[in-house]
């Protein structure tokens, strides 16, 4: 429970990424411009929530940790949106940037190709040693 709770920071998407392993078997990885809509929502929910101010705030941890785990550069990226002081700049920045990291082609590419996503923390990757997942940092966690 705490891994795959940590393990969450950064990739909401994961609890629905386990739950269709589990239902299926099959690593079922979300193309890139689905994740930025998610990354987008969060943002939107955690602003129209908490406010202007505290939602800037509150909002900087979840971006760093959106960025950790999907840019390949993270850190000038995420040292700009620590700096944004409105909800408007904030949320810019971010589209702006996952926008590039989705690509012309929203991410869609061929399944199997690395491509599709490659968020360094995986999504629920499938351990084949282990029959469980393996994620950034957490080792396996087993199925039930």
Same mark, same amino acid.
């Given at each position: ?9 950064? @990739? ?17 990885? *979300? ?11 969060? *943002? ?24 950790? #785990? ?10 700009? *949106? ?7 700049? @904030?949320?810019?920045?971010? #589209? ?23 968020? #360094? ?7 084949? #040693? ?15």
């Amino acid at each position: 429970g705490v891994m795959i709770g940590r393990a969450s920071f950064g @990739q909401p998407w994961l609890f629905r990424a386990i739950d269709s392993f589990l239902e299926t078997r099959a690593d079922e990885r *979300l193309a890139r411009a689905e994740l930025r809509d998610i990354i987008l929502a969060h *943002l939107d929910s955690l602003y129209g929530f908490y406010g202007e101010e505290t939602g800037v705030r509150i909002a900087r941890k979840h971006i760093g940790w959106y960025c950790e #785990r999907c840019l390949p550069d993270p850190q000038p990226v995420r040292a700009e *949106l620590m700096s944004a002081r409105s909800t408007a700049l @904030q949320l810019a920045g971010v #589209r702006r940037h996952f926008d590039a990291w989705v690509g012309p082609d929203g991410g869609k590419a061929a399944p199997g190709n690395p491509a599709r996503i490659e968020c #360094r923390a995986g999504i629920a990757r499938q351990d084949a #040693r282990s029959g469980g997942f393996a994620g950034h940092d957490t080792g396996a966690v087993r199925a039930a």
